[in-house]
């Protein structure tokens, strides 16, 4: 069976039900009979009746002895009138009814024996095919099942080429067992029948979307619009937009389904997803405010309100929607995911992680048997273990990822590169590259471990041995792009530049997709500034920017270099203020706002940005250097010594790659100059006692 099959059955068991109605009319009576037949068949009109009630008291009690005995009645019927293929019929969907399908089945196939033509018939037994999907947990009888079903539905429509409900049926099948060929004439026959049949309409188009036919999709929807326009026809044509990333259309068709159908929820669950995706934060926080109040027990909405709050830094409301959602959901991983990352966006690291580990105890308390124990466990190590990372205690990190590889192959070997990421953060390359080759040791074929351990000898100058690593894994696929681009990470970290700008060029040949041309374009600029070819950097980040002009690293970096030139500080302000409107708590953007603000001599402006961003990266020796420059420059000299020294220590400690000889010396005069200075303030004047 096809991928899509197994997952499409529970819809369509579901959409099954009451598509036909059940038959229930009375053998019509003879013109002449004699007394005998008057009799039998007053005796068969009642056994039916009394079916009939016993089937309406089993679907209202589902009690077994309910079905028996409507069973009984129907089968006595159907001997007093054996020609009768009504009864049969009803005897069959009460064999379906009662689960006994198999009995079902047998019943309507001995009716079409007697009856190939027997429209009613065919129509039950695919009913009972389709309805009957659900009870099957192997792929085999699903797809047999299905067939049989396809069966049925093409003998109805050339039975009855005007039922139209039927062709949908079969249409659906054939998308389902990826017919889609067959499916599109089905579904064309019926709109040549009826332009304005809504369900062939949304059939067609769902197959249209299923084959990346997005504008044929839109157009079809649009010219059913324009005929008869319904709420499901537009959030169709929006879900159509969504899928090329036309949010601006996708929005305007799902305001047009809520304005023609204000009460109905999935309506509103469009318009409110693509708001949140357009970034349009306040919109879509009144979208999913009316969400939650019309369905107030969905955490889902809950959900999504906390994040939105998150994304307006109102973290107090953020943290009071994802208590909402935990009400309502207690055990969710996604609840607890949330809740974590609201106290880590608060710097509430402590509450975090006694979440998360609460959330890992209760998992690790579950039976070994539960299906999905295993990959929740996975995901809450993971997540532990990166908050732990975020206070700096590296040992915590690394033990919760080790727990982590305990829990099966796959997750051992995701652990493993955590814990190689682990120690590089903590600046521990000898571990690093330590656990990197262990890792290759028990894959030896896992990429991205190799592409791991390149970057690792890059970070520490082993310059030729990371690219010719790298280079080995170029394969003249898509996929060379990234490798391109790390080795030209790997030569600008060894400062061979020509060499860069070479492995960026050949990462550009194959940048087909917009993001992949910003980040291309990014590190061309890189280079280039690295470099100091100034106006070639500009360039490149102009580039990028004509491409996304909210890319948040592109404006940061763009405007740092203006600030550090300082030159057109007024335009590197406005730089990296856009890049912190779209991330305003990250360190390094407040540190380049600071910095340019401390080149136009605002050095109150430039000591609250800086203090923020130390406060964010404590350990990030441009920024102590930086705040201990406003310092300096403000007479504080004594505050100015501490964080320079701050900064000494941390370019000790930093990565090979990262060491900046020219910054240390600059950093080391200032010191021994500013030492000098205070120690000739401090010696008492000539001949004072």
């Known amino acids: ?84 293929g009504v009864i049969g019929e009803q005897l069959a969907e009460m064999y379906f009814l009662s689960q006994r399908t198999t009995e079902a089945i047998n019943e309507v196939q001995s009716i079409l024996k007697r009856d190939p033509s027997n429209v009613a018939s065919r129509r039950l037994l695919a009913r009972i095919y389709v309805r009957s999907l659900g009870d099957l947990s192997d792929a085999s009888s699903q797809s047999n099942t299905v067939n049989l079903a396809i069966e049925q539905f093409r003998e109805i429509v050339r039975l009855d080429p005007s039922d139209d409900e039927s062709a949908i049926w079969l249409a659906r099948l054939y998308r389902l067992t990826n017919q889609h060929d067959q499916a599109e004439q089905v579904l064309r026959g019926v709109l040549s029948r009826d332009a304005d049949n809504e369900a062939a309409v949304s059939q067609l188009t769902q197959l249209l979307l299923d084959e990346d036919k997005s504008q044929d999709a839109i157009a079809l929807l649009q010219q059913s619009i324009a005929h008869a326009p319904s709420g499901g026809l537009y959030d169709q044509l929006g879900d159509a937009y969504t899928q090329i990333r036309d ?44 969400l939650a109040e019309m369905e107030p027990e969905d955490p889902g909405n809950y959900l999504r309100l906390a994040e939105i709050y998150r994304q307006l830094r109102q973290l107090d409301k953020a943290e009071a929607e994802v208590l909402q959602a935990k009400q309502r959901a207690p055990g969710s991983l996604e609840v607890i995911y949330n809740e974590a990352a609201i106290y ?38 993971q997540v532990l273990g990166e908050m732990y990372g975020d206070q700096e205690n590296y040992t915590a990190e690394v033990n919760t990822f080790e727990e982590m590889a305990h829990l099966g192959p796959e997750e051992d070997r995701r652990a493993r590169a955590l814990i190689i990421d682990s120690y590089q953060k903590a600046h521990d390359l000898p571990h690093a590259l330590a656990e990197s080759q262990k890792a290759l040791a028990t894959y030896p074929d896992d990429r991205g471990l190799h592409i791991s351990q390149a970057l690792l000898y890059g970070a520490n100058n082993q310059t030729d041995q990371a690219t010719q690593e790298l280079r080995s894994l170029l394969d003249h696929t898509a996929n060379d792009l990234e490798i391109y681009l790390d080795i030209a990470q790997v030569y600008e970290e060894g400062q061979h530049f020509p060499e860069a700008e070479a492995a960026v060029q050949s990462a ?61 500080l007024d335009e590197a302000i406005d730089f990296v203020q856009r890049a912190l409107a779209e991330e305003p708590h990250n360190a390094s953007y407040l540190d380049s706002l600071g910095w340019a603000y401390y080149k136009q001599e605002k050095y109150a402006d430039a000591e609250k940005y800086l203090r923020m961003a130390v406060q964010g990266e404590q350990h990030n020796p441009t920024m102590l250097s930086h705040l201990g420059d406003v310092f300096a420059k403000t007479g504080r000299e004594e505050l100015a010594e501490t964080e ?17 000889a020219k910054e240390v010396a600059e950093l080391e005069q200032k010191i021994a100059n500013l030492k000098r200075r205070l120690a000739q303030q401090q010696k008492p004047a000539a001949g004072t006692n």
Do not use: C
């Open 644 to 660: 320079w020294e701050k900064s000494l220590a941390e370019w000790h400690r930093s990565l090979a790659a990262d060491y900046d």
């Open 344 to 381: 880590q966006a608060e710097g509430r690291y402590d509450d975090g992680i006694r979440v998360l580990s609460d959330a890992v105890t209760a998992v690790k308390g579950q039976a070994e048997a539960a299906p999905t124990r295993r990959r929740t466990l996975a995901i809450l190590y």
């Open 247 to 290: 949010l601006n259309h996708a929005e305007q068709a799902y305001h047009s389904a809520v304005d023609l159908e204000p009460d109905q929820v999935s309506h509103h669950r469009g318009l409110a997803q693509v708001l949140f995706d357009e970034e349009k934060f306040p919109a879509a926080l009144t979208e999913y405010q009316k």
């Open 508 to 568: 550009e040949k194959l940048a087909t997709q917009p993001a992949e041309q910003e980040t291309v374009g990014f590190s061309m600029a890189a280079v280039y500034e690295r470099e100091k070819k100034y106006d070639q950097a500009e360039l490149a980040f102009q580039g990028v920017l004509a491409i996304n002009p909210r890319n948040a690293p592109t404006l940061n970096y763009y405007g740092y270099m203006l600030a550090e030139r300082g030159v057109r």
């Open 1 to 84: 069976m096809n991928r899509h099959l197994a997952s499409a059955v529970a819809l369509l068991v579901l959409t099954s039900a009451g598509a036909w109605a059940s038959p229930s009319a009375a053998p019509a009576p003879a013109q002449t009979a004699s007394p005998a037949d008057v009799n039998r068949r007053a005796e068969s009109y009642f056994d039916l009746t009394m079916g009939h009630l016993y089937e309406q008291a089993y679907e209202e009690s589902s009690r077994a002895a309910d079905a028996d005995r409507a069973i009984d009645f129907y089968k006595k019927a159907y001997a007093l009138d054996p020609s009768s």
